[in-house]
């Protein structure tokens, strides 16, 4: 995999871009004045990344994500992971027939659903899962592979399927191992 280097990321044109960021050079960049990348995150091969969108520190987008934040945004807590596949939108078109869809239609003729996607920190999503507009994923949560999140979930949940349910409590154990691997990490400075 290949990333693009510091100057290249800076020439890209971010809203703001923080230390130690890969991203590699096959991923597809929109409008990225509108887009904020923190600490030490990385987005990998094949993914999609536009409109408002924000990434916070120690984030992972690994290959064939999709991020599309339209005008509402998407924001992304510190130490979250978006397995393979992951799809979030922060809008939609209306699919109930109500309205004309797709992007080529002028908005007159359209009625589209939007909402902000907000995933809270420490969170991972499984391979090949759909966050819907609107929707918040609660701090610690794991989205299980293949699910469809259209409700806002709770914190330090298991949660899974179409759509999905929460299915037992998650540990806490990452609570203090981010403030071990924290103060660990003050001495290199990665903040």
């Given at each position: 995999?290949?990333?693009?280097?510091?100057?290249?990321l800076r020439g890209l044109g971010f809203k703001?871009?923080?230390?130690?960021?890969?991203?590699?050079?096959r991923c597809a960049i929109y409008d990225a004045e509108?887009?904020?990348?923190?600490?030490?995150?990385?987005?990998d091969d094949f993914c999609i990344l536009s409109g408002n969108l924000?990434?916070?520190n120690y984030c992972h987008i690994t290959p064939q994500c999709l991020l599309a934040g339209g005008e509402p945004g998407i924001k992304i807590e510190d130490f979250c992971t978006l397995a393979y596949g992951v799809r979030a939108?922060?809008?939609s078109d209306d699919y109930t027939g109500a309205s004309m869809t797709n992007s080529l239609i002028p908005k007159k003729f359209k009625k589209e659903i939007f909402g902000r996607v907000h995933i809270q920190s420490q969170s991972i999503i499984g391979a090949g899962s759909c966050v819907l507009p609107g929707v918040t994923i609660a701090e610690g949560c794991a989205v299980g592979a293949m699910s469809l999140v259209?409700?806002?979930?709770e914190p330090w949940g298991i949660y899974f399927g179409i759509p999905v349910k929460r299915m037992r409590d998650r540990l806490q154990t990452a609570r203090s191992l981010k403030m071990e691997f924290l103060s660990e990490s003050v001495s290199d400075d990665p903040l």
């Open positions: 995999m290949g990333y693009f280097s510091e100057t290249e703001s871009l923080g230390r130690g960021v890969k991203i590699s050079t509108k887009i904020s990348i923190g600490h030490f995150s990385r987005v924000s990434l916070g939108f922060a809008q259209i409700d806002n979930t």
